[in-house]
């Protein structure tokens, strides 16, 4: 193979591996939302040793991260998450992700005006294992937060 298409190559194999990690934070959020009943996702996302840090507290292990789960689908009956703008550096079999995170947390019905909403940045320490890409450690820093509704 000639240099120039090495290159060519290599580069679409760095497209692909950041394609997957993007793929497995988007998993992560859609989750959140699609699957709030049960918590079996888990491990297509996270790593078994992950952390987790999050303004209410930090939670290491899937089984810790699927109490908190529970937590805090009890506090609201549905959610909406938005996770975009995603910077993947890749080293090997690591990449390290910055990106963007909103959330609305509806208290009631859909139709309620019961709800608060967040917004900030995550970092995710991301692995190449043998399942695939999987998620190590995840840090959501919060930027604001709004709450509004009868219960604000």
């Known amino acids: 193979m000639t240099d120039a298409k090495e290159a060519v190559f290599d580069r679409v194999l760095a497209l692909l591996d950041k394609a997957d990690v993007v793929e497995v934070l988007d998993l992560y959020v859609h989750h959140l ?9 888990l ?3 996270f ?16 089984a810790e991260l699927s109490e908190f789960g529970q937590m805090a689908n009890s506090a609201a009956a549905h959610t909406h998450h938005v996770m975009a703008n995603h910077r993947v550096v890749l080293d090997g079999d690591k990449a ?3 990106a963007h995170l909103t959330a609305v947390h509806v208290r009631g019905d859909a139709d309620s005006s ?9 970092t995710a ?10 998620v190590r450690r995840f840090v959501f820093t919060l930027v604001w937060r709004r709450e509004c509704g009868p219960d604000s």
């Open 33 to 41: 939302d699609f699957s709030r009943d049960t918590d079996s996702w």
């Open 43 to 45: 491990s297509s996302v």
């Open 47 to 62: 790593d078994d040793d992950v952390e987790v840090v999050y303004p209410t507290g930090v939670y290491r292990g899937l």
């Open 96 to 98: 390290d992700v910055t």
């Open 114 to 122: 019961a709800q608060f909403a967040i917004g900030g940045h995550c």
């Open 125 to 134: 320490a991301v692995v190449r294992t043998a399942a695939g890409w999987r």
